[in-house]
């Protein structure tokens, strides 16, 4: 309401300020929220302003919305238009300077990749993910990256990558202070347990897992 009407009339910080709400505040908001038509609507009313005035990191956090809302909706069976939303976040973060938007989006594609089932490409783009993490500082980013990847070598059923990638994963998920993802990598080690054959360090991780993701805040 302070910005007026129509800010994307005026000069460019005015429509700058305007997509930063509606992308990174209202459409993040309703997708954390569960509240998929409400996303899509602040997706929607987003587009043209994005396509005429967006810069880099709008237009990259514009398809990465557009590519969760639609998974979302989806009950998270992600496809290929998903994914090519994923890859145009990219491209928009890569025509701007900011590293932070280009690890992100990285990862973006790396995690959607993994839940499409892509696990090479998903690899490849996640590796990438952590080392800008490690490069830049990104305490949350390493979490998710060391979380992701772990998730990937857990469904190659690479039991020694899991070995090594779930202990970094929960150190970064400590370092973030986040009890999701420390979670899962407890989840993860649950799993090792199973491939060596320790019943009652199934059960124990197991349920260690399962009391830290009823915590968690998102």
């Known amino acids: 309401e302070l910005l007026g009407e129509q800010p ?3 000069d460019d910080a005015w429509p700058d300020v305007w997509l930063e ?4 505040g209202r459409a993040h908001l309703h997708l954390l929220s569960g509240e998929g038509e409400l996303a899509l609507a602040a997706i929607t009313a987003a587009r043209p302003v994005v396509e005429a005035r967006g810069s880099p990191a709008r237009k990259c956090e514009f398809y990465w919305s557009v590519a ?3 998974a979302s909706q989806n009950r998270w069976r992600v496809d290929e238009e998903d994914i090519a939303n994923a890859r145009k976040g990219l491209a928009a973060a890569t025509q701007g300077d900011d590293q932070k938007d280009i690890a992100y989006a990285t990862y973006a594609v790396g ?3 993994l839940m499409r089932g892509d696990l090479v490409e998903a690899r490849e783009h996640l590796e990438k993910s952590l080392a800008m993490a490690e490069r830049i500082g990104e305490v949350a980013l390493r979490a998710q990256s060391l979380w992701a990847l772990t998730e990937t070598a857990l469904r190659s059923h690479d039991v020694e990558a899991v070995r090594s990638l779930a202990p970094q994963a ?3 998920g400590e370092a973030a202070a986040s009890p ?3 979670g899962s990598a407890k989840a993860s080690l649950a799993w090792l347990a199973w491939q060596d054959g320790r019943p009652q360090g199934v059960v124990a991780l197991a349920n260690e897992a399962m009391e830290l993701w009823g ?3 998102f």
């Open 8 to 10: 994307w009339d005026k």
């Open 170 to 172: 929960m150190a970064s």
């Open 180 to 182: 999701w993802f420390v």
């Open 68 to 70: 969760a809302q639609r």
């Open 21 to 24: 709400i509606m992308l990174d």
């Open 215 to 217: 915590t968690a805040v």
């Open 111 to 113: 995690h959607f990749s």
